[in-house]
DNA sequence: GTAGGGTTAG
């Protein structure tokens, strides 16, 4: 939909006319061709070049080709194509050509073998265009064979088709080929070399790079960019900033290697320095700013980027949206992920296949479904990371039926699953518990789409069989594992140990873990808790003081929610909050109430070691509870509150927002570090299992 | 020919 925003509309006769005073039919039909169009304006024009009777005239025409590739809208190009009885070589050309500026480099692939098994003679438009679709998807016996086509036509000495073999070979790992044709060319001009260079970097053949770059008789600016750019890839900034210093002249480009080189190594200090001290920017040099912030997982510093960046005069594009939609989707800031997609109609940003699935990410990581859900059925072009996105959205909010419909859907329409698509799919099986379902997609992965389980398919599966009670075989998968078990895998054991409170087998697991990762507190608190739960208080003691010999503190619970914009954010105990005062007061305002309707705090999920009282004070002050105290006074109460959680939530908190959904009607969307609860009329989507 | 982009197990 919004891509039928993004076209300008078609040019009137009126506004032509201050160019041209009298523009012909034909004049007027090629220009309007010169910019991207909705699929209703295409056919409006083709219309209108039937009546116009211009079928004949092969540029009018074409142009209708080459309008269609930039509208995105290479279906009705192909829809237009297959009509025509005897299509001469100028439309396949237009058509292949049109495939491979979509990147649908196959496309372009097949209708070239088409085109031969038709005995279309090609010409040199042609070479060049399959070429980079062949390099592009590595198929090297189709760039041979063009190479021998070319040879036998004659057409060989063109360096532009010279220096497109050059590309291909290197492109396809065969660099030395690429140096035969670069060798044999007489006349080479600086594009040649710097193809070369460029080709031996691809194959990162840095060596030869540099060789030919110094055998260069002239330079130009993008040949200095390429050799920048390639000690920046290696991360050898010295060097990378020594040829930029020695630059007899720098562009953008230029810059923008450079600060992307101290990106890439997390420099961001560096970074910064160069960015301000550039004397012209573009989209470019702000999204490698920006990128690097998220990178870094210094947010804030990349939304003020991206603020900035608004009102300087460079406008944000698809890329600089996707850079923005994950800090969204982290900080769980649902309005601010809508303004940016508001943002993206608004403003026409082009929507690809990357930006949909940042959007679909975005909206399932700040707990909108729905939303997720509208923007995967609106997409046009659906792949691989697009549908697993979605499928693990479905799956974190316990929707596995409709994931599993998304598996079916890419079945059905040839979108080939990954190993990301099936860690989603098991992932939505375990959090409702379809053990059968998920062990059948554990099979199918190997059998039927060759596809290896990683550690991290081992881990949903012991997972998906603790949580459903059958520790014993999640215990023996483990052991029949053919990989080292990442302490990640012993951790799905141990929560599972935890529901079901086998405190045998959970204190053995959580040893072994405490002793892989000492560092991670997670484990101290959960065997704790278990202890506790026991009532085996004095090991639980013991624990802590082993914390504290090794050194290892609690990470602080924290959670965030996001009101007007401003992300509030709240850790355990904190009166850092300006209306702190007023969010106490309504916190034990909440207690009191929940109380008569019986809530007993359940003190058996604080991890101090002191009286009844004071464990109860520390449980009334999770984070959690701050930010829903927060999120009532400060919404109305039709406003649904989410919160984003750093860790799990506990078993009182958990209770309490149960109580809170009911007592005080309200709904309440709680991201925790695994899953989303949605808390309505006292109870939980999760159904108390997490 | 040269700079920037999406999904992942406790």
Redesign the pocket.
Known sequence: MSCLLSSPPIPTLSSLQTQNPNPTKEEWLYTSLKSPKTPTQLKTLHAQIIKTGLTQNDLVFGQLFLCCSISNTMNYARHLFDKLHHPKLFFYNAMIKGYSLNDFHQDALTLYTLMRYRSVTCDSFTFPVVL?SASTLGKIHIGKELHGLVLKMGCAERLIVQ??FI?MYCACGLSSYGRLVFDKIVDKD??CW??MI?GY??CGEYGYAKEVFELMPVR????W??IV?MYC?CGDMEMARKLFEDMPEK????W??LI?GY??IGESGEMRRLFDEMPRK????W??MI?CY??NRQFLEALELFRVMQVSDVKP???????VL?VC?HLGALDLGKWVHAYIDRNRV?I???????LI?MYG?CGSVEDAKRVFNNARVK????C??MI?VLGTHGKAKEAFTIFSYMRSTGIKP????F??LL?AC?HVGLVDAGVKYFFMMSEEFRLMP???????MV?LLGRAGHIEEAHELIKSMPMDP???????L???CRIHGNVKLAEEVALR?IEL?PQ?C??YVLLSNIYSKAGRWDEAANLRRKMKEKGVVKKPGCSSIAVNNVVNEFFAGDRAHSRSKEIYKKLDEIVTRLKTEGYAPCTSSALHDVDMDEKEQALLHHSEKLAVAFGLISTDHKTPIRIVKNLRVCDDCHLFLKMISKYYNRQMIVRDC??FHHFRDGSCSCSDFW
């Open positions: 980079r220096t497109a590309d600086v594009i710097n193809t460029a970097i691809k130009n600016v993008s040949s960019n390429t750019d890839k562009d953008v480009i230029s923008n290697a992307s990106a890439k573009n989209v470019v040099s999204n490698v990128t998220v990178h594009n698809e890329v600089t949206v996707v850079a994950p989707a082009k690809d296949v990357y930006v949909n699935t940042a990410d990581k792949d691989t990371f697009l697993s996105t693990e990954n190993d990301v698509t860690v989603g992932k375990s990683k550690v991290e398919h081992f881990g949903c997972d990442h302490p990640i895998v012993w951790g799905a141990l929560s599972a873990l990762e991670s997670g484990n695994n899953r």
